[in-house]
Each structure stands twice: as structure tokens, then as C-alpha cells.
């Protein structure tokens, strides 16, 4: 029998909802796509029609969870910020939406976003990169840059970005504040850098 277009997509949104509890109470890389499966209600090969790895499935929601952040950032930039400012809220909009995943995804980053050579890539976490990076380079238009910085740049601001990353799913700090004291710090210098600014010795980065 086969199934209609509408179970198709009930399936899909229970899958990532199962997804999520297992992931977050028993880690991701303790967690099987049979345990997936069978708390969604369905064989245990079923799954891999919707998501052909566990990788996929949980880059899935962060590729939608940052999603629902550029769309944020669109709702709550003003116009005014300058170019750091802007850059501040694009990646702390995505943060906030990546909250309730934050528990699983350490490891789950690490592997679909790795800068490093990989025998296969995450399509899904190829994907998101891809999107961020043009994202930002719509900001840094935005202010006023003729072109779009060069691969250089851009692969320094990956750089800082998956460093952001890596250092916020450790973050004790209350509401993670350091993490945001690291991305206001991290956005300055990327600023300057593509300025072609260089600051005084002694100058704060961020106040």
C-alpha cells in the first residue's frame, strides 16, 4: 500500500521529534537509528527512506533550526547596525534557535561541518555551510563592500565560526554570556580584518 504524501510528512516531523528526546537523553552517539525508529512508530529500515544516515537526520535540524534563525535575524535587524553589529545578531539568532539541541551537538557538528579532508560529506551539513557563508556575504554587502570578500576571508570567518561552535556547546556560563562575549570579540576582528583596519596596540576589541 502505498502511503500518502501527507503520512509521508507526519512520519518525517515525528522522526526528527523522536529524534531529538533520544538524542538528548542518551546522547547521539549512543543513540541507534533502530531506537529512532522504533520510538517513531515504524520499522526499523523505514527510517532510512526519510534520512539515510543518523548524521543527516540530526544536521536536518540544525540546517532548519538555523533556518528559523536567518529568519529571526531578518525580523529583528533595524537597518542600523553597523557591520559587526549585524554579524552579532546573524550567528546569535542562530545560536538561540539551536538551543534545545545543544545538549547532542557536539559531536554531531564536529563531524557534518569538520574542516578537515573526510573519506564522505554530510550533504546536509555541506548544505548549511553553504547557506551561512552566503548569508553573511549578503550582510557584507550590505555595508557597502563591492564584491564579496574572496575564499580567503571567507574561510577565516568559517574559521571563527566553527570556533564559536565548538566553544558554545561547552558553555557553562550563565545563558552562555561567554559565548556572546566571544562572538562580539570575534566579529570585531573579522571586520577589521576584511577593512583592511588594524588596531592600536593595546586597542579594545570589544567594549
Not at 536567518?70 to 533595524?78: A, G, K, S
Amino acid at each position: 500500500m502505498r502511503i500518502s504524501e501527507q503520512a509521508k510528512h507526519e512520519n518525517r516531523i515525528r522522526i526528527l521529534e523522536k529524534a531529538v528526546d533520544i538524542f538528548t537523553a542518551k546522547g547521539f552517539d549512543a543513540t541507534t537509528t533502530r531506537d529512532i525508529a522504533l520510538a517513531a512508530g515504524l520499522a526499523a529500515g523505514t527510517l532510512f527512506n526519510y534520512f539515510p544516515s543518523k548524521e543527516t537526520l540530526a544536521m536536518t535540524m540544525v540546517t532548519e533550526a538555523l533556518g528559523q534563525g536567518r529568519e529571526d535575524f531578518q525580523r529583528r535587524r533595524t537597518g542600523d547596525e553597523d557591520l559587526a553589529e549585524e554579524l552579532f545578531l546573524f550567528v546569535a539568532s542562530g545560536l538561540r534557535r539551536l538551543r534545545p539541541l545543544r545538549p547532542f551537538l557536539g559531536p554531531v557538528l564536529e563531524r557534518s561541518l569538520s574542516p578537515f579532508p573526510r573519506k564522505s560529506v554530510c550533504q546536509e551539513g555541506e548544505a548549511a555551510r553553504q547557506e551561512h557563508l552566503h548569508a553573511v556575504q549578503d550582510i557584507i554587502a550590505g555595508h557597502g563592500f563591492a564584491e564579496a570578500p574572496d575564499y580567503v576571508a571567507m574561510t577565516m570567518y568559517w574559521s571563527l565560526y566553527l570556533g564559536i561552535l565548538a566553544f558554545w556547546t561547552n558553555d557553562i556560563s550563565p545563558n552562555q554570556e561567554e559565548t556572546q562575549s566571544l562572538i562580539d570579540y570575534a566579529t570585531r576582528m573579522f571586520v577589521q580584518i576584511i577593512s583592511g583596519v588594524v588596531p592600536g596596540k593595546g586597542e579594545a576589541h570589544a567594549e
